[in-house]
Structure formats: structure tokens, C-alpha cells
């Protein structure tokens, strides 16, 4: 993890599904309402503003920091909020500039809890839910679906693999809070108990978070930065529901 000259890592905008599950938050609804499947939720009018004003601020780095690669999700609200950012950079627009998509860098995989609320979760699988709060979040699997250390194994194959491709480089990959929670738990070494305890902080839609490698090590100079969205504020929920 040490091969990259900078590495940031942004969670994309607001989406229509943050605002959908946010709106169940404090009720008793047991599903989220979101009609799309996971892959296909959209940004928000709040998430494309969000997008545009993280463009600027990556548009503003010294040329010397700024992305020689830009990799995404494949999920809509992580590409479409990589394409606006880079389409407020001149150096995208005049080096060609294109977000290139890797399936690892999709969001968690909820399996059987997809689209339902915490309420849901208990109310429909309390065995599951029993095991959960047994298992601990960190590496609790749902049904069908991964968990946090799925993330990381797959994540250390992506990091990898783009250190073959770009060593020495300045990356930029949009994806999710959880992606971005499990890269830093892998770039500084984190243990469980210090993931989980930074996981607690919600990661901000459109938020920037860098390392700064010296050929030793990555070293941290911010996370979670959401200065630049002053002008574009909304409130923070995680990806999906189940055990975030």
C-alpha cells in the first residue's frame, strides 16, 4: 500500500436512496422504499451539486497532487459523481481524463437484508439479528450476502493490482463509506477495534480523504474533508442499511 504518491478516496453524492433511508430514520417502516436495486441508485439534485463542488476542490490541487487515475465503482451514484467531479477539472478535460470502473470497488453486499431497515432487520431475521449483535459487525456475514472482511479482501486484491498499474502514481477512486472505511483500515494497519471505533463517524457524501505516500508508508493528511461542500450541505447516512 505503500507504491502511490497520493491516494484519495471520495464517497460519492447524496443519492435518491440516502434521502429514502434517511426519511425512515426515527419511524417504524421495516422497509427503506427504495424501487432500484442497489447497482442503479441515482444521485440526488443535492448529490450532482455535491459531485460539482468536489470537482472544484480536487480542480484546485497543485498540479503536482493532482489524479493521473481516476477509479470507480460501477454503481451509478459512485460513476456518475466520478464523471461531474472531473468534468469541473481542466486537467481532465485536457488530458482525456476517464473514470475506469472495477466491480471491487462496488458497495457491500447486504444479501437477504437488501432494502430493509434496522426495524426490518429485526422484526424479519431475529436469529440474524441475534447473531449479528453475537459476531460483532466487523465480521458478521448477512445472508446472502458480505461482510466488513469481504470488503477487505477484495479491496486488497484492487490496491494490488493498481499498484502494478500505476506505481508512483496519484489515484482517485470514488466509491463508498464502507469502501473508504476498509481502505483506511488496510492502509494504516488498523485493528479491528480502531476501525470500528472510526467507522462510528459517518463518511460525508462527496467527502475527500488522502494519504500521502514517501516510498515507506502512506501517511494520512486528511479524511473525511467536506469543506468544499459549504455550499452544498446534506445530511449524512450510510450506503444501505443493514449492520452500518
Known amino acids: 500500500m505503500n507504491a502511490f504518491q497520493w491516494l484519495n478516496l471520495a464517497r460519492h453524492g447524496e443519492s435518491t436512496g440516502n434521502v429514502a433511508f434517511g426519511a425512515t430514520r426515527g419511524t417504524d417502516a421495516e422497509e427503506t422504499g427504495i424501487p432500484e436495486r442497489d447497482a442503479d441508485i441515482p444521485l440526488s439534485e443535492t448529490g450532482r451539486r455535491q459531485a460539482e463542488a468536489l470537482g472544484r476542490r480536487l480542480a484546485a490541487l497543485p498540479e503536482d497532487e493532482r489524479p493521473t487515475a481516476v477509479l470507480s465503482s460501477p454503481f451509478l451514484r459512485a460513476l456518475d459523481t466520478a464523471r461531474i467531479a472531473l468534468a469541473q477539472t481542466p486537467y481532465a478535460a485536457s488530458g482525456g481524463l476517464e473514470p475506469r470502473v472495477d466491480e471491487r470497488l462496488r458497495d457491500r453486499d447486504q444479501g437477504a437484508f437488501e432494502g430493509l431497515t434496522h426495524v426490518g432487520i429485526r422484526r424479519r431475521f431475529p436469529d440474524e439479528a441475534a447473531r449479528l449483535a453475537r459476531v460483532g459487525k466487523f465480521y458478521y456475514r448477512p445472508p446472502g450476502g458480505e461482510s466488513w ?36 483500515y488496510l492502509v494504516e494497519e488498523l485493528s479491528e477495534r480502531e476501525v470500528l471505533a472510526i467507522e462510528k463517524e459517518p463518511v460525508a457524501n462527496a467527502s475527500l480523504s488522502r494519504w500521502r505516500g514517501d516510498g515507506r508508508a502512506m501517511r494520512a493528511v486528511t479524511y473525511n474533508d467536506r469543506s468544499h461542500l459549504d455550499e452544498a450541505p446534506a445530511t449524512t447516512v450510510p450506503d444501505a442499511s443493514a449492520s452500518s
Do not use: K, N, W
Open 149 to 184: 472482511t469481504d470488503l477487505a479482501l477484495r479491496l486488497r486484491a484492487f490496491y494490488r493490482d493498481l499498484a502494478a498499474e500505476e506505481p508512483g502514481g496519484r489515484v482517485l477512486v470514488v466509491a463508498h463509506d464502507a469502501i473508504i472505511v476498509m481502505s483506511r
